[in-house]
């Protein structure tokens, strides 16, 4: 924990420092909890289709913004620009979908339950809702919860990664030029002080929250226990297992796709390689040859990180996997694709979330062993089968206890009108993020029933 101050943002792919933000003490954060619940109290009276005209403003800035919010984000986060535009057109379609909300919102009505009554559902805002993200997707996380908390008629509050912090400040400039009216959406800065003070705050209802898992067990806790609700995103470890029938050449695209894109920072990286029976030997082949080829890759987001990868590949070795490529040794905060085969399920490169580029293999004999070895983990975000065979891709869909599944899709990422979170110790809550899960989530339920005399 850090004390209220001002901090430094440095961009991981030079180590040059481009900006600096003042952390939120709790005083601040009760000013600002304060300043937003006066504005709900008038914004949930404002008619949804008024309410989403903001959104559809605010899509046009977005777009007519969108290589600038990329390039910042770059700056920042270290990905590639081009992961970066895909990303910024990721958080632009979770604006579309908000901007449905009319539609989204309504509920259910039957006439004559009893005699002579009648009886319908509605949907009404909660008050001021929090968010805290996490450092990897700098501008779509943050939007898969204000666009659908706004357009629901709350307030929010964005307590966006430190690292990372610059991307969110310029998409909520931008959200208030669409003309938001003042006072309903604010971004504060810090780090478990500046958390700890929402958690607590009387006049926060909700908290959505994106990041590692003992950091989303630790909101999910607190705030349950402060009486909000919670939804609490947490880490991963993802499988992806490889038949003997798959498209090798595809299968393999696919794989570095998932394991290096974004330097492996990425809540749905596969980072775990099973090929069952035969499949290891010419998928391995053909996967190492392509992996020394040669493709750009981006930093890591600090060199404590990148070290920590580093740390990883050591043990790797030292517990006895055979490293197949090495990442190392680390330049700043770069490191390179690392491949381990003859991985066994104890070992901590196994196990453990890494969040770099290092792919760990596990040779299994069976698609019943694959699916026993990946419902082991105690991670349940996401996963993916490669194969020819819609009879193996439907019995690993529906047997595998995962949130998301990929079949022949490397990083199985739901559109923004779908859900999106894992099970296990990846996942604390029930609603999940986006999709009709999100109006749920920002929304409160009340059933009126009726009869007039
Ligand atoms: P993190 O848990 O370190 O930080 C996330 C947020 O929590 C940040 O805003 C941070 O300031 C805050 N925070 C950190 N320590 C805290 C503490 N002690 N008390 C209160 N708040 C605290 O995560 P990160 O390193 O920014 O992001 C990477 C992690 O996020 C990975 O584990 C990744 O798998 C996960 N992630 C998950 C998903 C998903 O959908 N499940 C999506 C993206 C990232």
């Known amino acids: ?56 403003r605010y899509k046009g800035l977005l777009e007519a913004h969108s290589d600038e919010l990329a390039r910042i984000l770059t700056s920042e986060n270290g990905k590639l620009l081009d992961d970066a535009r895909a990303e910024v057109r990721r958080g632009i379609q979770m604006v579309e979908v908000a901007c449905g909300m009319p539609s989204l919102m309504m509920g259910d009505s039957l006439n004559d339950v009893a005699s002579g009554i009648d009886c319908k559902t509605i949907r009404q805002p909660i008050g001021v809702c929090a968010g805290i993200t996490p450092f990897n997707f700098p501008a779509m996380v943050p939007m898969w919860m204000f666009p659908f908390s706004l357009a629901c008629g709350n307030a929010f509050l964005l307590k966006p990664s430190e690292k990372v912090p610059l991307t969110a400040i310029r998409a909520i400039e931008l959200l208030n030029e669409a003309g938001l009216p003042a006072g309903l959406m604010h971004v504060v800065h810090g780090d478990k002080t500046a958390v700890d003070a929402l958690l607590r705050h009387p006049l926060v209802r909700a908290v959505s929250f994106v990041g590692s898992t003992p950091i989303a067990k ?61 499949a290891a030997g010419p998928l391995l082949d ?55 085969d003859r991985v066994t399920p104890e070992m901590s490169i196994a196990r453990e979330e890494i969040f770099g580029p290092v792919l760990s293999v596990i040779r299994v004999p069976s698609l019943q062993d694959a699916i026993e070895l990946v419902n082991r983990s105690a991670f349940g975000n996401a996963t993916s089968i490669f194969t020819g065979s819609g009879k193996a891709a439907r019995e690993y869909s529906s047997r595998i206890e995962a949130g998301m599944v990929g079949v022949n899709i490397g990083v199985a990422a739901p559109m923004a009108f779908f859900p999106f979170a894992g099970w296990k110790n990846s996942f604390f809550g029930d609603l999940h993020a986006h999709g009709k899960d999100a109006v749920s989530f920002y929304t409160e339920q009340k059933v009126i029933m009726s009869r007039w005399f």
């Open 218 to 278: 630790y909101i999910y806790a607190t705030a349950a226990a402060e009486g909000k609700r919670v939804q609490a995103l947490g880490g991963a470890k993802n499988h992806m297992v490889v038949m003997p029938d798959a498209d090798m050449p595809k299968t393999v695209e696919a794989i570095i796709g998932s394991a290096f894109g974004a330097a492996g920072e990425r809540c749905l990286a596969n980072s775990v390689l099973v090929p069952v029976g035969d």
């Open 286 to 340: 053909l996967l190492v040859r392509t992996t020394q080829a040669g493709f750009e890759m981006g930093p890591l987001i600090t060199a404590d990180h990148a070290q920590r990868v580093c740390g990883y590949i050591e043990k790797g070795v030292a517990e006895g996997a055979v490293p197949l490529c090495d990442g190392r040794p680390r330049k700043g905060c770069f490191v390179g694709p690392t491949i381990f």
């Open 1 to 56: 924990m850090v004390t209220a101050g001002t901090y430094p943002i440095t961009n991981p792919a030079t180590g040059e420092m481009i900006g600096e933000i003042p952390y939120a003490t709790g005083a601040d954060i009760d000013r600002v909890a304060q300043v937003a619940h006066a504005a709900y109290l008038k914004w949930r009276d404002v008619p949804v289709v008024d309410r989403v005209q903001v959104l559809y």
